[in-house]
């Protein structure tokens, strides 16, 4: 899962996938548009997710969702997931959920999607300053968890 407009370390899951054989699947939803290595959250694994809830980056008026995979095997599995399993329509195959993106939703995204990479631009901007801050917070939060840690330890 990817955090606060951050890749996760994909480099180190892809090994655990590919050593063990598993699927990657991205939670890309709070990283829309982030990069490791050159390429966009949600495109390094076997499939990338995107809630488009609207608190999320790329948020539209309502709940919605996304997955993307390069397989053209996962992608029609998923469509016969999205629609209820069936297909044709009222021949269920396999048991599915409506999981379709409502056109309005998609109408409204469609439209933020092109002023989202200017916003997150903007975001990241207006947070620079708090950078240093953050940094320092993260290295005292380091520095006390050994030091419990070394406490722990010594006391059993
Ligand atoms: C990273 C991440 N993934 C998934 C979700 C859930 O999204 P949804 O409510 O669209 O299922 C959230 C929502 O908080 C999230 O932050």
């Known amino acids: 899962m990817h955090l606060y407009g ?19 699947i991205e939670d890309a939803a709070q990283a829309i548009g982030a990069e490791w290595e050159g390429k966009r959250a949600g495109s390094v694994g076997d499939f990338g997710c995107f809630s488009f809830f609207p608190s ?17 095997e996962h992608a029609d599995r998923l469509r016969l997931l999205r629609e209820h399993g069936a ?23 469609r439209v933020k999607l092109r002023h ?15 950078r240093p801050a953050v940094r320092r917070l993260a290295h005292r939060t380091a520095a006390l968890a050994i030091r419990a840690r070394a406490t722990s330890t010594t006391s059993t």
Request: aromatic share 6%; hydrophobic share 35%; charged share 25%.
């Open 56 to 72: 999320k980056n790329l948020g539209g008026a309502g709940d919605g969702g996304m997955i993307v995979t390069r397989s053209a």
């Open 6 to 24: 951050q890749c996760c370390d994909l480099t180190a899951v892809k090994a655990v996938c590919d050593k063990h054989q598993v699927w990657l």
């Open 116 to 130: 989202l990479d200017r916003w997150s631009e903007s975001a990241r901007q207006e947070r620079r300053p708090l």
């Open 87 to 109: 297909r044709p329509k009222y021949y269920h195959s396999i048991v599915g959920t409506n999981s379709r993106l409502d056109a309005l939703q998609a109408a409204i995204l």
